[in-house]
């Protein structure tokens, strides 16, 4: 393949998944204006724990996507896959923004909301295996690090498009009252426009020559077992360590973005537009740190990256978060955001990548794809809601240990597992 071909289907994938993530998250950073929209009267946390169950509902569905989705990508393409996973996330970003509230059609609303998160969540579940499979087979050796880093930036991406959106609407075009009315309602409208334009672009995308070479290669009894559970139950040593390594980075990294806005407002008492501002200005610099430090594990591996994330995060989780309760200008609340960010980069930028060498072709999505999924699914998709639990206990700090128990223990996994640039399967792919 040409580098210029290359090059424009690892766009094409990457814009796919911007518009997907934009989608997931115009989800949590809106939840604060639909959620008496779609529940019950009641106090304010009340209701945002209730759009967390929701939140955390829609990533009980990633499992199940990864595993359907991976399966699909593992058998009939990479490529077929993420159009289908851009398809059902249109679908959901529809539903949630024409459900009438919960004045009008009663208990429907919250129901519908959840049907629109589950299959949302199985949009999701199957995007990430499938294109951290796509981005990774379709990079050079040299460059595997740098290039599937652009999975994050366009994962960022798509939240700050969404917070983008929000700061727009709140500053500009409309009036809070407005947002709580009706406003909310149309980043959803957005997302499945653009949802339908990544389709499009998708379908010009390249099949990976992994995959292809897979095809070739494999006779029709071995073609039958490709992305089943059974092709990978083979590879359990693989299997754990995604599920080991994914565990405090999935964590973190949802504590400092999705949960980071609301924490803001609820814990430090900042008004919500700072926050808004706040969140979108560290997540841009966190943007941009993805393909350096995914550069950077090209040139010294994946294992220490990882293992100096597992190291500063267990170290300064809890002092960062317990700052972070008592800041007193947006300053100080920017940089403690960013150094938490920065981080959690050492995790984000090359978790797709370490995970897609650790699998051979025939069932590398599905690899990927579903104990990440179950994983993000125990640890990511809860985070909102147990930061909240704990708030509402009273003992908000206990979740500052629980993050970093939750880092410490992946610590281990990175000080146990090899490197994997050097022994990447993708590079024992089928010639």
């Given amino acids: 393949m040409t580098p210029a071909r290359r090059l424009r289907s690892i766009i094409a994938g990457s814009i796919g998944n911007l518009v997907e993530w934009y989608d997931w998250y115009a989800y949590a950073a809106f939840s604060l204006y639909f959620a008496q929209a779609f529940f019950p009267a009641g106090d304010p946390t009340s209701q945002l724990l209730r759009t967390a169950a929701v939140f955390a509902v829609g990533f009980l569905m990633r499992p199940l996507g990864g595993w359907l989705l991976g399966r699909y990508a593992d058998r009939h393409g990479r490529r077929r896959a993420l159009m289908l996973s851009v398809l059902m996330m249109c679908t959901g970003s529809l539903i949630i923004a024409l459900t009438p509230g919960y004045a009008t059609i009663g208990i429907a609303a919250p ?17 990430y295996g499938a294109s951290a499979t796509y981005l990774s087979e379709m990079a050079t050796r040299e460059h595997r690090g740098f290039w599937s880093s652009f999975q994050y930036v366009t994962l960022v991406g798509g939240h700050l498009i969404a917070l983008g959106v929000l700061i727009a609407l709140q500053r500009i ?14 980043p959803f409208l957005i997302g499945a426009l653009a949802a339908v334009t990544a389709l499009w672009l998708r379908r010009g995308m390249h099949e990976t020559q992994a995959f292809m070479r897979s095809e070739d290669a494999a006779d029709a ?16 040593r693989a299997v754990l360590t995604v599920v080991g390594l994914t565990m405090g980075g999935t964590l973190a990294f949802y504590t400092y973005t999705t949960y980071m806005h609301k924490f803001l407002v609820n814990s430090a008492g900042l008004d919500a537009h700072t926050a808004s501002v ?65 981080v959690v980069s050492f995790y984000t930028a090359i978790n797709a990548v370490v995970k897609a060498e650790l699998f051979p072709v025939e069932v590398r999505a599905l690899g990927v794809g579903l104990p990440y999924a179950l994983t993000v699914a125990l ?24 993050v970093t128990a939750c880092i410490a223990c992946s610590l281990l996994v990175y000080l146990w597992m090899p490197d994997t640039r050097r022994i990447s399967a993708i590079d024992r792919d089928p010639v």
């Fill in 111 to 127: 129901v519908l909301l959840v049907v629109s998160r589950l299959l949302q969540g199985l949009s999701v579940g199957g995007e």
């Fill in 173 to 186: 075009f409309l009036t809070d009252a407005q947002l709580y009315a009706w406003g909310w309602r149309i």
């Fill in 221 to 236: 009894p071995a073609q039958q077992r490709q992305g089943s559970l059974r092709a990978l139950a083979r590879h359990p």
């Fill in 278 to 342: 706040l969140n979108a200005s560290t997540l841009f610099v966190y943007m941009l740190l993805q393909p350096l430090v995914g550069a950077l594990s090209d040139r010294i591996g994946r294992r220490p990256v990882l293992i100096a994330f597992g190291v500063l995060g267990t170290l300064l989780t809890v002092p960062i978060l317990t700052q972070l309760e008592d800041v007193r200008t947006a300053a100080q609340a920017f940089w403690l955001i960013l150094a938490a960010l920065t």
């Fill in 379 to 402: 640890f990511g998709g809860t985070a909102e809601y147990i930061a909240l639990w704990f708030k509402d206990a009273g003992l908000e700090r206990g979740f500052y240990w629980y």
